[in-house]
């Protein structure tokens, strides 16, 4: 199985506009897309009008944000060849509307709680966030054994590539110290990867970073080379 990495367009605080900017000047065809910071329908009908003009014409994967209407899961595989999309726990985050004709595509994303199996089952599978499994790794809030035993007995098809930077974040809810990251610096960030089996990276893989998409096609390129050695 090929596994492909794509830079992506994330909507933190807007930047999405200059993401979208930057493809077109680089003249990428294909991205995946995070609508996770999408505040509400209005902001991602602005989004999809900046699409619609950009180079962009294939987003294997979206981060579908839990308002969103029917019409746009249908549009997005319509207009720009979306097969894959991706949620938070609804325990989390509540879904609003009746998503029930896109769930054999939509798959489950563990955050720092883990994988919910309870709520895994109504999903296609899972989508593997290697940040957030190496916080279960190092015991953060929930069980690295019980995530790595529901990615073993679910298919999973997609994942979400952060980094584990050196200066270690302070939580501020957990009274723990954690490392999750949306902007590299150092390829040396990306070494934690290395202690997972090739068999936990699926064909769609996402760089979800903050980085400019210039920067991202070298993370690609990185990623791609690490994953083809054997």
């Known amino acids: 199985m090929r596994k492909r990495v794509f830079a992506s367009i994330t909507s933190t605080d807007g930047e999405y506009l200059a993401k979208i900017n930057e493809a077109n000047e680089l003249g990428l065809k294909e991205v995946c897309l995070f609508l996770t910071g999408t505040p509400d329908i209005d902001s991602r009908k602005r989004l999809y009008i900046r699409l619609e003009k950009s180079s962009i014409e294939k987003i ?22 979306a097969t894959t999309f991706c949620i938070h726990s609804p325990k989390e985050y509540p879904i609003i509307n009746d998503w029930s004709e ?23 599978g899972i989508c593997l966030d290697f940040t957030h499994l190496d916080g279960a790794c190092g015991m953060l809030v929930h069980n690295y054994a019980s995530d790595v035993a529901v990615i073993n007995k679910y298919p999973c098809s997609c994942a979400h590539i952060g980094v584990i930077p050196k200066n270690h974040v302070s939580s501020q809810v957990f009274e723990k110290r954690y ?14 990867l290395k202690k997972y089996p090739k068999s936990f990276f699926p064909a769609i893989i996402a760089l979800e970073l903050e980085n400019s998409l210039a920067e991202q096609l070298k993370i690609k390129e990185y990623l791609e080379k690490f994953l083809e050695k054997s």
């Open 179 to 192: 490392h999750l990251g949306h902007f590299l610096q150092d390829f040396s960030d990306l070494d934690y």
């Open 60 to 81: 294997p994967l979206v981060h579908l944000h839990s308002d969103m209407e029917s019409w746009e899961i249908k549009y997005l595989q319509d207009r720009f060849q």
């Open 102 to 124: 896109f769930m054999n595509l939509i798959y489950y994303e563990n955050t720092i709680f883990g994988f919910v199996e309870e709520e895994v089952k109504k999903f296609a």
